[in-house]
């Protein structure tokens, strides 16, 4: 019996099939939306698509229509002209938007709920500040939410102690009514001590990761599992055993369908060493105790199929961990790419040039956690002659029980100069499939592909996306699904961003 597959980042997502025809639909390009855009998709708001636009130190949400015609463009008059960042999270009638902002010794965190027009319903709320003595220029406060969105939290961590970070968090409703406020202590013990991977379940309660490598550019010899409740002040630890391998690129990830936290790392026997396979590790946290800690290693054939143009024993070293779906019965599928980088004149970079260092933005005495994942190479897109690369796609299935079910390779090979945008891969989780959107060279054109792969792990090349307009240059891994079966692209048009509707 096949197994559903359920993506737990989209809480619309529900079993959905469809004999529509995959169709594709642009927005026209706008003076204003040169290639040099800041934007943001929201999302879907009462049928329209909503998109943040920023230039010239001014901000704008332009609305689009089912067809991708602009409806409305309205003016963020009253943000900042320098905000340090910008987040939002998107509801079916309206979105909330955090920002943040420095004015003179204050950096202020506020947050605001807008309409589908892009206009104020509330007055912006001031959520936390932060008095310094310096002009900061990354942000110093991340946005993590639930999987149903019920739970939005905000956070700041001060490094300014050599042995403790000290955790302030903001715990709110999709109301922005506050729930609760922290902040706790942390013990940092060894000079290379490092939080990553923050996640927030359905209940409100908070799970990060605590690791440490023998510098931040190494791989980790040890991890510790941070778990603090909503109403709680105190944070708890877990140490999961690590005998005789390392980590590195780990991820955790909420199973909020069984209560369950899930830790999952490429590892290697020996340090700095060739990857050997995926390190699993579930803990449950009503009992707060493990379920499993196990590895399951790469076989020679998996190596070979994946391999590209490494040796089969360093057949994985390139490979970064991109997507974990969780299943309701506890199992879960990872999606992984190959990715690398090469400047000419310097030697090419290695997954330890792109681990952990990627993963925040730092200000002086703060860290501010980054995205849930990292794009290695996406750091040094201003140096000259920089040559990215975004090779095969490594997905496997695994079971409740943390045993490997189906592993598969989409084959593919792209590269870049001076770039990253337009390689890569954007996912799609219909229900009944996962589609993976990438750009191919056919016939010295460049080719906008969709290929899905079944509950069973059958792969599927699908036939040639409809309304591909010559011209067009999809950047798919900057991509957000908006509906159970609908993903909006940015795309290049000349000098302009577009952005693209496709439907599957």
Same mark, same amino acid.
């Given at each position: ?31 204003? /939306? ?24 001014? &901000? ?13 463009? =309205? ?14 999270? &998107? ?8 920002? @943040? ?10 947050? #605001? ?11 912006? !709320?001031?959520?936390?500040? =932060? ?39 903001? $715990?709110?409703?999709?109301? $922005?009514? $506050? ?9 940092? +013990? @060894? ?42 002040? @105190?944070?708890?630890? =877990?140490?999961?055993? $690590? ?46 105790? %493990? ?13 070979? @199929? #994946? ?10 070293? /390139? ?26 004149? =310097? #030697? ?22 980054? &995205?849930? *994942?990292?794009?290695?190479? &996406? ?8 040559? *990215? ?51 191919? %060279? ?33 950047? +798919? ?12 692209? +940015?795309?290049?048009?000349?000098? *302009? !961003?577009?952005? #693209?509707?496709?439907?599957?």
């Amino acid at each position: 019996m096949k197994k559903v597959i359920f993506l737990s980042l989209v809480p619309f997502l529900c079993i959905y099939f469809s004999s529509t025809a995959q169709r594709i639909t642009y927005t026209e390009p706008d003076r204003d /939306d040169i290639r040099t855009l800041n934007y943001d998709i929201i999302g879907k708001i009462n049928g329209n698509v909503l998109i943040y636009k920023n230039y010239h130190e001014a &901000s704008f949400i332009s609305v689009y229509d089912v067809d991708m015609k602009l409806t409305e463009k =309205t003016k963020l008059g009253y943000l900042p002209d320098k905000l340090i960042n910008i987040e939002f999270i &998107s509801y079916p009638d309206y979105f909330l938007m955090f920002y @943040e902002y420095q004015k003179r010794s204050t950096v202020f965190c506020m947050a #605001a709920k807008l309409d589908g027009k892009g206009k104020l319903m509330t007055d912006p !709320v001031q959520l936390d500040s =932060t008095e310094l003595n310096f002009n900061v220029t990354t942000k110093i406060y991340s946005v993590i939410r639930s999987d149903d969105k019920k739970k939005i939290m905000i956070f700041k961590i001060n490094t300014k102690h050599d042995n403790q970070n000290i955790l302030t968090t903001v $715990l709110s409703d999709q109301s $922005l009514a $506050l729930i609760h406020r922290t902040r706790v202590n942390i013990p940092m +013990p @060894e000079r290379n001590d490092f939080l990553t991977e923050f996640q927030l379940d359905n209940d409100g309660d908070l799970a990060c990761l605590k690791a440490w490598g023998t510098s931040q550019n190494d791989n980790i010899s040890k991890i510790t599992l941070l778990t603090k409740s909503a109403a709680e002040d @105190e944070v708890k630890a =877990t140490d999961p055993k $690590l005998t005789g391998f390392y980590l590195d690129d780990i991820k955790l990830k909420v199973d909020n369908f069984n209560k369950h936290y899930l830790i999952t790392s490429f590892f290697s026997k020996q340090k700095r060493s060739n990857v050997d396979g995926l390190y699993l590790y579930l803990w449950d946290k009503q009992t707060a105790k %493990e379920v499993y800690n196990t590895t399951a290693m790469f076989s020679d054939e998996l190596r070979a @199929e #994946a391999r590209g143009e490494n040796t089969i024993k360093m057949a994985f070293n /390139d490979f970064f961990l991109r997507q974990i779906i969780m299943e309701s019965d506890g199992g879960f599928v990872i999606s992984s790419e190959a990715n690398t980088s090469s400047t000419r004149g =310097t #030697a090419p970079m290695n997954r330890w040039d792109y681990m952990y260092g990627g993963s925040y933005m730092m200000s002086p005495g703060y860290y501010a956690y980054g &995205s849930p *994942y990292y794009y290695p190479g &996406s750091r040094y897109n201003t140096m000259n002659q920089t040559r *990215y690369f975004a090779d095969n796609i490594a997905i496997f299935s695994f079971n409740p029980k943390g045993k490997i079910e189906w592993s598969n390779v989409i084959h593919k090979s792209q590269y870049d100069d001076n770039s990253d945008s337009f390689i890569g891969y954007g996912l799609i989780n219909t229900g009944d499939q996962i589609h993976y959107l990438f750009n191919v %060279e056919e016939k010295r054109q460049t080719v906008f592909t969709d290929q899905t792969i079944s509950p069973d792990g059958q792969l599927a090349h699908n036939a040639t996306l409809k309304n591909l307009d010559k011209g067009y240059e999809f950047m +798919p891994r900057h991509a957000k699904q908006v509906g159970a079966r609908t993903i909006i692209v +940015p795309c290049q048009f000349r000098n *302009y !961003v577009c952005f #693209a509707k496709v439907e599957l």
